[in-house]
């Protein structure tokens, strides 16, 4: 009987000490539903330009939960499907949505100026942000998470062909690295993962 | 008797010309809208095409008239990566369907040459591989709308 009793302290201790080391990383454990990245991936930082032809970098984004996203313009199918559902995310968010951005990194730099980039992410959601750079900076920051991309000729015509990551990074509003999302991950769990991030009383 | 004979020999023989009638004849098109993306950019085209036909048919393309180009395209993922590739045709089974959906296959039209807005009904001619072509109107949905329907 005795052992029994004392099992639940222990498991307790057991937990708060967990939490003390977390804790001591920096994140606070959540229960996403996402794959968890967190103190996997580094955390946000670039150097870029953003849609208004501001240069910005990772830190500029302390304070917001931030959503990373590689794609380009000439995307006519899945980079607007995929921004186009991060949309109804955002919608389903209510007001907690504005504490988050939903970073468009272009991998074309030599099509993609910062007007084309404000124009395409502003059809999507206000709360969306286009990013360019030169191509090293691009490719700085996509390699830092692992993420990659391509640009293949492809027809007679001089036009090229894009491959690209099609993940979804998210960071909390410490640029902390949290989740990853790929395109067929459910709305309802990116929208339960970005609840936990971006709620006070879950996540201050 | 030998007119009528004729007659019932030419009758037959343009029974069996509609037996082998044109793929478009038996395809019938819903769901058609395009995601229209600001200023020049190429947009996707979706449809759903439907085949009430004995024999596969198979989409080779579009024309349009108010894009200077339009392409049978397929967007796939594999690996963490997405990519769109060209394609040369798209089968409709006998008696079956082929969506061409978001993420998937698609109209790819390309260099507009007059600004498209939502709402805005643009004419696409689809072409079939036995050359025959079916006039469809596509509507112009806004960049973040998710299907026709307008969700
Ligand atoms: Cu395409």
């Known amino acids: 009987m005795k052992p029994r ?50 240069p910005v970098t990772g830190a500029d984004y302390r304070g917001k939960v931030v959503l ?36 468009f990194v272009s991998v074309d730099p030599a099509r993609d100026t910062p007007a084309i980039m404000h124009a395409y992410v502003n059809a999507f959601d206000k709360r ?70 971006l709620d006070p009383g879950i996540n201050p | 008797m030998k007119p009528s004979r004729l007659s019932l020999l030419l009758a037959g023989l343009l029974l069996a010309g509609g037996a082998h009638a044109a793929a478009a004849d038996h395809v019938r098109a819903s769901h058609a809208w395009i995601r229209v993306l600001p200023g020049a950019l190429p947009a996707g085209a979706y449809v759903t095409l439907e085949n009430d036909g004995d024999q596969p048919v198979a989409l080779s393309g579009a024309d349009s008239t108010v894009y200077a180009d339009v392409m049978l395209h397929r967007s796939s993922t594999a690996g963490g990566m ?43 001619t689809l072409k079939f591989t036995d050359g025959s072509t079916l006039a469809t109107d596509f509507v112009a949905r806004p960049a973040n709308a998710l299907d026709d329907t307008g969700h």
Do not use: W
């Not at chain 2, 769109?84 to 959906?101: I, Q, W």
């Open chain 2, 82 to 124: 997405s990519r769109m590739s060209m394609v040369d045709s798209l089968e409709v089974p006998a008696h079956g369907k082929a969506v061409l959906a978001p993420a998937g296959y698609h109209l790819m039209l390309m260099q507009p040459k007059a600004p498209v807005k939502a709402g805005d009904t643009v004419r696409l």
């Open chain 1, 128 to 197: 969306a942000v286009g990013l360019v750079g030169d191509a090293r900076s691009v490719e700085a920051l996509s390699k830092r998470y692992r993420s990659a991309f391509t640009r293949e000729p492809s027809s007679a015509d001089g036009t090229y062909e894009v491959s690209h990551s099609s993940a979804i990074y998210v960071f909390d509003n410490h640029g902390r690295a949290r989740v990853l999302a790929t395109p067929s991950a459910s709305q309802d769990d990116l929208v339960h993962d970005l609840h936990l991030l």
């Open chain 1, 5 to 54: 009793r004392t099992r639940p302290f222990l498991l307790l201790l057991l937990l708060f000490a967990t939490g003390l080391l977390l804790g001591g990383c920096g994140s606070t454990p959540l229960p996403f539903r996402l794959t968890n990245i967190s103190g996997h991936m580094p955390d946000l930082d670039f150097r870029l330009t953003d849609d208004s032809g501001k």
């Open chain 1, 68 to 103: 990373l996203y590689f794609g380009y313009t000439h995307c006519p199918d899945v980079c607007p499907l995929t921004l186009a559902q991060l949309h109804v995310v955002m919608q389903r968010l209510g007001p907690l949505a504005d504490g988050a951005r939903i970073l």
